[in-house]
C-alpha cells in the first residue's frame, strides 16, 4: 500500500510536540548558571516553555551553594545572564526568591531563549506555528497514510513549507473546546543561496509571520524554531513570539483552498524589501488583525478599521498612485476617502443585502456614509451623537465593523494583486462555500 504514496513527500514533524492544548514544553533539566557581572551563581533545576499566566521560558530553581554574598545578589539584582552547558540561553529577570534554609528561585528568560549553538550557520530551520486555520493543500505521505496538508511559499530567496498534522481535526476540536494554544502546523524554511545565519532569521520570520497572520485573522508566528547543521539540530529557539490566544473569527481566504496563496507571499516579501512599505504593512495588519478579533468590541473595532483604512488611502491612493495632490487630499471628508477607495475596487456603494439593520437607519446615503456617520458617533462625544448611538442596534455596529473589514480585506489584497476567489463576510449564506466569491477587479467578478 505504500506504493500507492510513493511519490508524495514525507510530512514535516516538529521535535517538539504538543498532545493537548497549552501543554508545559520542557526545555531543561540539571545545573545552568546566572552570571551579572563578575558573579556567578549554580542552579540545580528546572526550565520550561509554559503558556499561562505568561507566555514563554520560565525556570525555578535552588541555589546550589548558598552564602551571604548570593542573598545580597538577589536582593540587590533581578536581571542575569542565564547560561546552559556554558552556552548563553538568554537575558532572564528574577520574579521570585525565597530563603530559608537554601535559596529558591524563579524567574523568566526577556526576549531570545536560545538553547544551543546559534552562531552555527544552518542548513536548514523547522518551526511549529500554533492556532493557524485549516486549509486542505498539497499531498503529503506518513507511511500509508497521506493527506493533502502542506502549502509551499516561495521567493527569491527562500523556499517555506508548511504542513498541518496529521490529526488536525482531532487536535483542532480539542483546542476550540480548551481554548489558549496548540500546535496546529509544522513547517521547514531553507534559503536557497547558502546557510542561514540566526541573527538574518528575525526579519524572514517577521515577514512571514505578519503574512499568515492576514490569512488567520488573528495573530500568529513561527515558534520552537530548531536549526539544522549536517541532520543534527544544533539550536532550539525558545523565543516568546506573540500568538494570539485562540479564538474563532472569520477571515477572507475562500473555504480551505490554497489557490493564489504562493504569488500572493511573492508579492507580499517584494513590498517587504521597501522599509516604507513594510512599515504600512505591520500597521495595517496590525489594525486588521485587532478590529477582527473584536477585541475592543464592536464600538472600539470600528475605530481601529477607520484608522486602517485612512492608513490605506494615504498610502496606495495619495503616496502610491497620486490620485490627489496638496490639501485637497487632506481636506476630503472620511466618507469620500472611502468612496474614491472603493472605487479602486471597483466596489459599489451599496448596502449588502443581508445588512438589514444597517441599511434601515435614517438618513444614510450610502455604505461609506453609515461606516463613517456611526464611527463618528462613537469617536464624537457630543450629547446628540451619544443618544444617537444608544438607540442604534447592536446588529447596524456589528455591521458596520463587517463592512469596514470587508472594505480593508479587498484593499489588501488588491495591493497584492491578488486574482482569485476570497470569502465575502458579508455574504451570509447557509454554507461557507456560499460566500467564495471572484475579486470584484476581475472581468468575470462577482
Known amino acids: 500500500m505504500d506504493n500507492w504514496f510513493k511519490d508524495y513527500p514525507d510530512i514535516i514533524k516538529s521535535g517538539i510536540s504538543m498532545n493537548e492544548p497549552n501543554e508545559i514544553i520542557p526545555i531543561y533539566n540539571g545545573v545552568f548558571k ?110 500509508s497514510w497521506s493527506g493533502k496538508n502542506r502549502i509551499k511559499f516561495e521567493n527569491d530567496d527562500y523556499l517555506i513549507i508548511i504542513d498541518k498534522r496529521r490529526d488536525f481535526k482531532e487536535a483542532k476540536e480539542s483546542l476550540s473546546s480548551k481554548g489558549g494554544y496548540l500546535n496546529l502546523w509544522n513547517g521547514e524554511l531553507i534559503k536557497k543561496k547558502g546557510n542561514i545565519v540566526f541573527d538574518h532569521l528575525e526579519d524572514v520570520q517577521h515577514c512571514f509571520s505578519t503574512f499568515l497572520s492576514f490569512l488567520n485573522g488573528r495573530r500568529c508566528s513561527l515558534l520552537f524554531k530548531q536549526g539544522f547543521h549536517e541532520n543534527e539540530i544544533v539550536w532550539t529557539d525558545y523565543s516568546d513570539y506573540f500568538v494570539d490566544i485562540y479564538k474563532f473569527v472569520p477571515s477572507w481566504p475562500q473555504s480551505h483552498s490554497i489557490k493564489g496563496l504562493e504569488e500572493l507571499w511573492k508579492i507580499f516579501s517584494n513590498l517587504w524589501n521597501n522599509e516604507d512599505d513594510k512599515d504600512f504593512l505591520v500597521t495595517v495588519i496590525h489594525w486588521y488583525v485587532e478590529a477582527n478579533s473584536h477585541s475592543a468590541f464592536s464600538e472600539g473595532s470600528i475605530i481601529m478599521t477607520q484608522t486602517g483604512l485612512e492608513l490605506i488611502y494615504n498610502w496606495l491612493l495619495i503616496e502610491k498612485q497620486k490620485l490627489l495632490v496638496g490639501k485637497d487630499a487632506e481636506n476630503i471628508s472620511a466618507s469620500n476617502k472611502i468612496r474614491l477607495l472603493l472605487s479602486h475596487l471597483k466596489v459599489n456603494f451599496d448596502f449588502p443585502s443581508s445588512f438589514t439593520q444597517l441599511k434601515g437607519m435614517p438618513d444614510m446615503i450610502d455604505a461609506p456614509d453609515a461606516f463613517v456617520q456611526i464611527r463618528n458617533a462613537i469617536v464624537h462625544s457630543q450629547e446628540e451623537k451619544r443618544k444617537k448611538l444608544s438607540k442604534m442596534h447592536y446588529m447596524a455596529k456589528y455591521d458596520a465593523l463587517q463592512l469596514g473589514l470587508w472594505y480593508m480585506e479587498l484593499s489588501l489584497l488588491r495591493i497584492l494583486e491578488f486574482d482569485g476567489v476570497y470569502h465575502n463576510r458579508c455574504i451570509r449564506g447557509v454554507y461557507s462555500s456560499q460566500c467564495d466569491v471572484k475579486v470584484p477587479w476581475t472581468k468575470d467578478g462577482n
Open 34 to 143: 546566572l552570571i551579572q557581572d563578575q558573579n556567578q551563581v549554580d542552579i540545580v533545576g528546572q526550565i520550561n516553555f509554559i503558556w499561562f499566566p505568561d507566555s514563554g521560558a520560565h525556570f525555578t530553581g535552588e541555589v546550589k551553594e548558598s552564602s551571604l554574598d548570593v542573598v545580597r545578589l538577589f536582593k540587590d539584582t533581578e536581571k542575569f545572564k542565564l547560561l546552559i552547558e556554558e552556552l548563553e540561553f538568554g537575558e532572564c529577570l528574577i520574579t521570585k526568591t525565597s530563603f530559608g534554609d537554601g535559596i529558591t528561585i524563579g524567574g523568566s528568560l526577556i526576549k531570545t531563549a536560545v538553547k544551543g549553538d546559534k552562531s552555527i550557520p544552518v542548513s536548514k530551520v523547522r518551526f511549529s506555528i500554533p492556532n493557524f486555520k485549516d486549509f486542505f493543500g498539497l499531498s503529503v505521505r506518513d507511511g
